[in-house]
């Protein structure tokens, strides 16, 4: 199906900007259209000087560097996009911050995962893989779908940040490389920490904080699946389950190291997410919340509720367990 983005109605419009976005129902060539529209819909085309066919070009070299693999692929690009663009409208965030931020923000989510091969950075590190060794065990992903972002706006027809002024330029490249190594959830805690310490006095007219809050805002996005309708978020833990366990397939073959989370025969669903929710996602979504109070409703209740469906399900396999062994 071809969109033209001038098809897309009023409501669908209002829609992308809501957490409950179903991605699902989307074929990637309409994504495609709705992600130009997120670039229209924030004035980037008219502020930056964008022209939509190089936006179209930068759009589609992004979809053919993701991989078809079974969680970080081009959907899960989409994801992340649509709720950091659900987050800025959510949080009037255009009234906070300037629009090279918001560009920033927005365009290092559509880049963040270029090229991930579906194995994290335990095992680059393990396996001593090429990137590992090309970045010298830091961070060897977040620093490959950075330089591959790179790769793609070096192209002229695929530079949308062509028409901009050098200075803005550079600008622009030192928030989205700062965004996109922000997401290595092994700097989780550094990250949360700063962040909490700057929440007393936030100043969004100073630049460290301001990038602080970036970092957070990916780091939410990259992660917040529990926080989309049940119907939206459960395909996605099942997705991001095959390939974590595929990984450990591999890293049993390969005699490295498995990641307790990732071994098929250690890890439920309901385990894997419980602790999840209540030790990385709320505390991180809450600490955001005491700066956009409005995020209790439209993002930490769906989280809650969601960890109550897990802590359910967890409780009845404990139950059906209980009842084989007795
Ligand atoms: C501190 O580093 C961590 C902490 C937790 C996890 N992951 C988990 O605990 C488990 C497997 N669950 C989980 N992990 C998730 C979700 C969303 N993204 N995500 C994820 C995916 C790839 C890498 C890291 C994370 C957190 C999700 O809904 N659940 C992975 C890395
Ligand atoms: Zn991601």
Not at 47 to 73: K, S
Request: charged content about 25%; proline content about 4%.
């Amino acid at each position: 199906i071809q969109m033209s983005s001038l098809e897309v109605s009023e409501e669908v419009r209002q829609y992308l900007k809501t957490p409950t976005f179903d991605n699902w129902q989307w074929e990637d060539a309409e994504i495609m259209v709705l992600l130009q529209l997120m670039y229209t819909d924030l004035d980037f085309i008219t502020t930056f000087n964008i022209e939509p066919e190089v936006l179209r070009e930068f759009l589609f070299e992004v979809y053919r560097r993701y991989n078809h693999i079974p969680f970080h692929n081009f959907k899960h690009c989409f994801c992340v996009t649509q709720m950091m663009y659900g987050l800025i409208w959510l949080t009037d965030l255009r009234s906070r911050m300037d629009s090279v931020d918001l560009l920033i923000m927005l365009t290092s989510a559509v880049c963040h995962d270029l090229d991930h091969t579906g194995y994290n950075n335990a095992y680059q590190i393990n396996a001593r893989t090429e990137l590992a060794l090309r970045y010298n065990d830091i961070s060897p992903l977040e620093n490959h779908h950075c330089a591959v972002a790179f790769e793609i706006l070096e192209k002229t027809e695929c530079n949308i940040f062509r028409n901009v002024p050098s200075e803005q330029y550079k600008r622009i490249r030192e928030g989205i490389i700062k965004c996109i190594l922000a997401t290595d959830m092994s700097r989780h805690n550094e990250i949360l920490v700063k962040f909490k310490s700057l929440l007393p006095t936030f100043d969004f007219s100073s630049k460290d904080h301001r990038d602080v809050l970036m970092m957070i805002l990916i780091k939410v996005s990259d992660i917040s699946n529990e926080a989309r309708p049940m119907e939206v978020a459960e395909p996605w833990l099942d997705c991001l389950l095959q390939e974590f366990y595929n990984q450990s397939d591999v890293e049993k073959l390969e005699g490295l190291p498995v990641t307790p989370f990732m071994d098929r025969d250690k890890v439920t669903k309901p385990s894997s997410q419980t602790g999840f929710i209540r030790f990385v996602l709320l505390p991180l979504f809450m600490e955001l919340a005491n700066l956009f109070p409005c995020l209790e409703l439209h993002i930490i209740d769906p989280v809650r509720k969601a960890l109550g469906y897990y802590t359910e399900m967890e409780k009845a396999l404990e139950r059906a367990k209980s009842c084989s062994s007795s």
